[in-house]
């Protein structure tokens, strides 16, 4: 089955500083990519997704880049604020009909005032 | 809109008690998936319904079962409760044919 693999498991930057997470796939099939970020006592929010067919995607702060042929993808955030301060998951999932989201083990996000 | 629901928020049983959780998706959703969430295993997918149909299931024992209704609805059982199954269970909903899954804020459960 799937295999995700997410670095670093913490990560403590500077506010407006950039912070970059990286997670790499096993399963060559996988072609759905989301993120998630999940504060104290609540479920994981999406904030961002991306498909196989596409190599980069960009929503105001936050951008997610994918290369699948070295399974890889990442997700940057750009000047970061405190309210970006949270665990955040990447996750993989296959074609229609197993579109089982297999997660990363989480990156907790720290933002220095 | 409102979001996904999950009741009850919180609860507590004993060991080899049983219990049932619910979820109530996205108005529109008919996708309904199931995790579970713990410190040491993380995210871990339970199952999936679509259209009252068992379309996944990830790899935990039978005493994990769900279910779901005409209105999309779901509910999970967990009979026999071991101290193992302390932890926070999420829901999440996506439209037919869209890979984009929202989660519920989860539903804690402690087994003493």
């Known amino acids: 089955g799937e295999n995700v693999e997410q670095h670093p498991s913490t990560l403590s930057v500077q506010e407006g500083d950039s912070a970059v997470i990286k997670c790499t796939y096993s399963?060559?099939?996988?072609?759905?990519f989301p993120w998630y970020k999940q504060e104290l006592g609540k479920g994981p929010q999406l904030i961002i997704d991306?498909?196989?067919?596409?190599g980069e995607k960009k929503d105001q702060r936050i951008a997610v880049t994918l290369n699948k042929t070295a399974k890889h993808f990442s997700l940057h955030i750009t000047e970061t604020q405190p309210e970006d301060s949270a665990v955040y998951f990447c996750?993989?999932?296959?074609?229609?009909?197993?579109?089982?989201?297999?997660f990363g083990t989480g990156t907790r996000l720290t933002i220095i005032p | 809109k409102a979001g996904v629901t999950q009741t009850p928020r919180y609860l507590i049983k004993t060991r080899g008690q049983q219990v049932t959780l619910s979820c109530s998706p996205i108005?529109?959703?008919?996708?309904v998936s199931w995790y579970q969430q713990t410190p040491g295993q993380g995210l871990q997918f339970l199952f999936e319904?679509?259209?009252?149909?068992?379309?996944n299931k990830g790899n935990f024992p039978g005493r994990f079962s769900g279910r779901q209704f005409s209105n999309s609805r779901s509910e999970m059982n967990v009979s026999t409760l071991e101290l193992g199954d302390s932890a926070l269970y999420l829901c999440?909903?996506?439209?037919?044919?869209?890979?984009?899954?929202?989660f519920g804020p989860g539903t804690r459960l402690t087994v003493l």
């Open positions: 999440a909903s996506s439209l037919a044919g869209d890979r984009k899954q929202f």
């Open positions: 399963d060559s099939a996988s072609n759905y």
């Open positions: 991306i498909r196989s067919n596409v």
């Open positions: 996750a993989a999932s296959g074609n229609f009909g197993n579109e089982k989201l297999t």
């Open positions: 108005s529109g959703h008919r996708s």
């Open positions: 319904y679509f259209s009252e149909t068992q379309r």
